[in-house]
């Protein structure tokens, strides 16, 4: 728990800078090949080329039999060259036989037997007039695509048929645009993450929801990981270039160590008291503080630094809304840029209420819009999460305050709507609107004309 702060600290940046900065920290992470399984929503680097002609054999498209010639024909084993008159079973995708024109469906063919005992094909049952054509039910080589043909043009978002067809087209893996992935360090001693909280206990509100909110800023999420309140734990669970960590000594199991993170987001323990590690054990891992408190409410202690080897770690305040907003302003900036994306973008809402002055702070508020103004949440303490739960975006309110219906800054939420675009000025009809069409109360008329 957070103890008084340092006497005379001032947070480093404006809302505004502290965003700038977390997004020009960060360089997009170089493209690299991913297995086809994690390619899933990712951004193709390079084309998708069919690596042979698609499909690379001719098959048939039915079960039946592969003929050479018109029937009857004699039998032969499948895979066998068909002289004129032969015949082989054959199953749907099955390899087409050297000499066969057709295939024959089981259901147009029937067996029977020649003078001699042995068994003939012959036209029958379902057979319709001309059957089999030439080529008929043979799916050629190449039909799909030749090889060298490109089949996903780079800068495609890749859906799961690309996916697939990336496989059918022999590729193991794709070259994608870098993603950041996100390693979660949960604090705090007195947070449990399931069934109901003692006195003095807390519900873990980051577990549940952090891993979401990653990825629709555009990071991967990768595992959590719960380290205790001591100084020893929190630099260990640091300095772990991979969390060996023992997760399932800390609950959480779920995740392999995988590749090493871009990002290390921790929870808590950002106040600047006897318990507030972040900093101590950034400056022991020789690491850089890069943001040190943000001029805003809430969130203001949320810090991002740097680590010799290239991890930047996210500090967010251990309060659940402060840590929401400090993952707007700090987190989305900053994975966008690791991202290839762009700064994530903001816009503007008529204020529904006047807001007073609040000297040197930005603050964050939640709000609903309720007739097309913004109205600040309800229940949206740094400590709540029902006022931004039911929110549909966030005011970003300068320090001078906001006058009732001025368009105030504003973003929106990552999961929820983009924001109304505001109304222009009404401006004045150029023309008089037609005769019978005119609604609302009329003017007094003008008889001036008249006069003339
Ligand atoms: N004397 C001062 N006290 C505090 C100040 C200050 O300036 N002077 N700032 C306050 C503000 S603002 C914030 S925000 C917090 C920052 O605190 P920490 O980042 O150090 O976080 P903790 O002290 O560990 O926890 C704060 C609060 O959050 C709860 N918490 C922590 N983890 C979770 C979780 N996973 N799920 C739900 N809630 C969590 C924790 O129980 C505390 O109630 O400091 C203020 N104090
Ligand atoms: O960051 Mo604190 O309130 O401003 O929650």
Known sequence: MTAAPEQGHHAAHTWQEARQRAFEVAAPIPASPVPLRAALGRTLSSDVLALQDMPHYASSAMDGWAVNGSGPWILSEPGQRLAPHQASPIVTGGLIPPGAKAVLRSESGVITTDDDGLPILGLGGAAKPGEPRNGQHIRKAAEEAAGGEVLIKAGAVLNPAHVALAALAGLDEVEVLGKPLVRFLLTGSEVVDQGMPGP?????????????????????????????????????????????????????????????????????????????????????????????????????????????????????????????????????????????????????????????????????????????????????????????????????????????????????????????????????????????????????????????
Do not use: C
């Open 200 to 452: 003095g206990q807390v519900r873990d509100t980051f577990g549940p929801q952090l891993g979401g909110v990653v990825e629709l800023l555009g990071g991967i999420a990768g595992d959590q990981v719960r380290v205790g309140d001591s100084y020893e734990d929190w630099l260990a669970a640091l300095q772990d270039v991979e969390p060996d960590v023992p997760q399932e000594a800390a609950g959480l199991a779920d995740v392999d160590a995988g590749p090493p993170a871009d990002v290390v987001i921790t929870t808590g323990g950002t106040g600047r008291s006897g318990t507030d590690h972040f900093r101590k054990a950034v400056a022991e891992l020789g690491g850089t503080l890069l943001i040190d408190g943000i001029a805003m409410r809430p969130g203001h202690p949320a810090v991002l630094a740097e680590l010799p080897d290239g991890r930047f770690v996210l500090g967010l305040p251990g309060n659940p809304l402060a840590a929401m907003m400090a993952l707007f302003t700090v987190g989305g900036p900053l994975l966008a840029a690791l991202g290839h994306g762009s700064m994530p973008e903001t816009g503007e809402v008529p204020s529904g209420a006047m807001i007073d002055a609040d000297p040197g702070r930005t603050r964050l508020m939640p709000f609903k819009l309720v007739y097309g103004l913004a109205s600040p949440a309800q229940h949206a303490g740094p400590g709540m999460m029902r006022g931004l739960a039911n929110a549909d975006g966030v005011m970003v309110v300068p320090p001078h305050g906001v006058q009732l219906g001025e368009l105030v800054q504003a973003f929106a939420l990552p999961w929820g709507k983009p924001l109304p675009v505001p109304k222009p000025p009404e401006e004045k009809p150029r023309k008089a609107p037609a005769r019978g069409q005119r609604k609302g109360p009329q003017g007094p008329v003008d008889w001036s004309a008249l006069d003339a």
